[in-house]
Every structure is written in structure tokens, then in C-alpha cells.
């Protein structure tokens, strides 16, 4: 049973169009999390949500909108899709207390903009 | 949170033990030590993490120096699915704010185990 599921996988699309990308987590955690791995590999934390509150937005452009409807779903929905929007995007959850630099990550999502 | 520098990649016979070196010489008196590896097409995985004392779990080992300013992860009888990127990260225990759950991650040790 996958403890952090993203869907979709693979999402190709075009330029200018609007795209979602969902997450789950069964693990029972409060807060979760949006990382992007761009093309050189760097992985940087872009939201992060504890119990549907946003806590971390990283300066990240606001056609990106996460949206947690419960504290086990956290989705990122990315208007007017740019060619620099193509990376790997991860979800990721933790508990919210006791040490917090354990993260459970996803599989991740591949967003690749035509 | 503390800067971390990892050589760029690592060979490994399989079988042998992998000794990953990670060097954080401005690491602060609150600021833990973690390790995460991410294997291809997958989300990276948490391994272990330390604050001076030496950990062991079911996966690795880490080794932090007296003074802290260096660890090493130690991967005791590597095997081909160990081949990952290895990411030593520093950061500060129970980071609360905007800081919490943010990991730096720099560019990582990519570990080549062979057969």
C-alpha cells in the first residue's frame, strides 16, 4: 500500500494550458509538502500545507495554487503552463511532531510542457 | 541552515562497504545531520539522521566526527540497488515556522555500486 501516491506519473501538455497534479497520503501526518527537481537535479521545496494550512510558499510564482481539502491531500494546480515549468514534482509528507527533517516523499510527477 | 560539500561520485564493489563522506564545518550546536538517497525515476528516501552521537538503523550507519564538522554514511555490504544519489543535509532539529520540513538539498554524492 503506497504511503504517498502522486497522479499523474507523466502529464506532456502545451504551453499556456492549466494542469493538476494530485497527492495522497495514508500515513496519517499533518503536514505536507511540494518539492520541484528541475532539469539539473536541484530539488527545492516550493509549499508546504500542516493540517490544510499553508505554513511554507516559496516565492514560488503565483500560477502555481496548492490546495490541501483534508490533512491527507495536498494537490498543485499550475495555471498558463510555461516551457520552464517542465520538471519532476514531488509530494511529500512528515509528522508534525518530534524531529521534523524525516520526510516521506512520493514517486514523483513528470511534467513535461510542449 | 549549514552548508554541506559531498565528493561529486563514488564507486563500490558490491559486497563491500560504502563510506560516504559529507563535510559541514559550519555546522551549528542545534543543527542535525541527515541523509536522504533518491534512486532513479524515484523520490528520494530518508536513510538516517544524527546530532553527535554515531546512529545505526536497519539501512545505514553514520559516523559524525567529535566535532562535528564531518560525518560519514556507511553503507555496510552495498549491493547493486544502493547505486543512488546520496544527499548529506544539515539542518536544525525541530525547525518550526516557515522553516519546517525544508531540506536544503545540494548536488549529492551519486555512488555507483558494481559487480
Redesign the interface.
Known amino acids: 500500500d503506497t504511503a504517498?501516491s502522486q497522479t499523474p506519473k507523466y502529464l506532456v501538455t502545451q504551453m499556456g494550458n492549466d494542469k493538476s497534479i494530485k497527492c495522497e497520503q495514508n500515513l496519517g501526518h499533518d503536514?505536507m509538502?511540494w518539492y520541484k527537481q528541475d532539469s539539473k537535479?536541484?530539488?527545492?521545496?516550493m509549499f508546504?500545507y500542516?493540517n490544510k494550512e499553508l505554513?511554507?510558499n516559496?516565492t514560488v510564482p503565483n500560477r502555481f495554487s496548492p490546495k490541501s481539502p483534508d490533512k491527507a491531500h495536498l494537490n498543485l494546480h499550475i495555471n498558463s503552463l510555461e516551457l520552464g515549468d517542465s520538471a519532476v514534482y514531488?509530494c511529500?509528507s512528515?509528522p508534525r511532531t518530534?524531529?521534523?527533517?524525516?520526510?516521506?516523499?512520493?514517486?514523483?510527477s513528470r511534467l513535461t510542457v510542449l | 541552515d549549514a552548508k554541506t560539500t559531498q565528493p561529486t561520485s563514488m564507486d563500490c564493489a558490491e559486497g563491500r562497504a560504502a563510506n560516504l563522506p559529507c563535510n559541514h564545518s559550519t555546522i551549528s550546536g542545534n543543527e542535525y545531520v541527515y541523509w536522504y538517497r533518491q534512486i532513479h525515476s524515484q523520490g528520494p528516501q530518508y536513510i538516517i539522521h544524527g546530532l553527535k552521537n554515531n546512529e545505526t538503523n536497519e539501512m545505514a550507519s553514520l559516523i559524525i566526527t567529535e566535532d562535528r564538522k564531518s560525518s560519514t554514511l556507511i553503507l555496510p555490504h552495498a549491493t547493486l540497488r544502493d547505486t543512488a544519489v546520496y544527499y548529506c543535509i544539515v539542518r536544525v532539529a525541530s525547525a518550526g515556522g516557515t522553516s519546517y520540513g525544508k531540506l536544503t538539498f545540494g548536488q549529492g554524492t551519486i555512488l555507483t555500486v558494481h559487480p
Do not use: C, H, M, R
Open positions: 504517498v503536514t509538502y537535479k536541484f530539488l527545492k521545496i508546504s500542516n505554513i511554507i516559496e514531488f511529500a512528515s518530534g524531529v521534523t527533517g524525516e520526510l516521506f516523499f512520493g514517486e514523483g
